[in-house]
């Protein structure tokens, strides 16, 4: 059973941090690529950063470009989202998605809210 399992998300002033973790199973975590996205209230839903399997390809979203990290552990079949500096505008629903060819499973997402 392929299950991704998205943690970490919560309420932060702005200009905090938080980290997001993704724990997958039922899949070969490493050949997959992994991928965040977040969704706010009344917009599409968007790419925040992705990671190739080995790890050796990373892209972000204009919007979090030096101010979010992706990282993966492929031991421990797990993709993270180092965010900092986080504004208003960062508040949505986080996504983990994972992507092989033409296969692709989502979690259930995480509430990240950036308010004081």
Do not use: H
């Not at 724990?23 to 790419?47: D, H, I, N, V």
């Not at 900092?84 to 983990?96: E, I, K, R």
């Amino acid at each position: 059973q392929v299950r991704l399992v998205e943690s970490g998300g919560g309420l932060v002033q702005p200009g905090g941090s938080l980290r997001l973790s993704c724990a997958a199973s039922g899949f070969t975590f490493s050949a997959y690529a992994m991928s965040w996205y977040r969704q706010a209230p009344g917009k599409e839903r968007e790419l925040v950063a992705d990671i190739t399997g080995a790890g050796s390809s990373i892209n972000y979203g204009d919007a979090v470009k030096g101010r979010f990290t992706i990282a993966r552990d492929n031991p421990k079949k797990t993709v993270y989202l180092q965010m900092n500096s986080l504004q208003p505008d960062d508040t949505a629903v986080y996504y983990c998605r994972a992507r092989w060819v033409g296969t692709i499973y989502w979690g259930q997402g995480t509430q990240v809210t950036v308010s004081s």
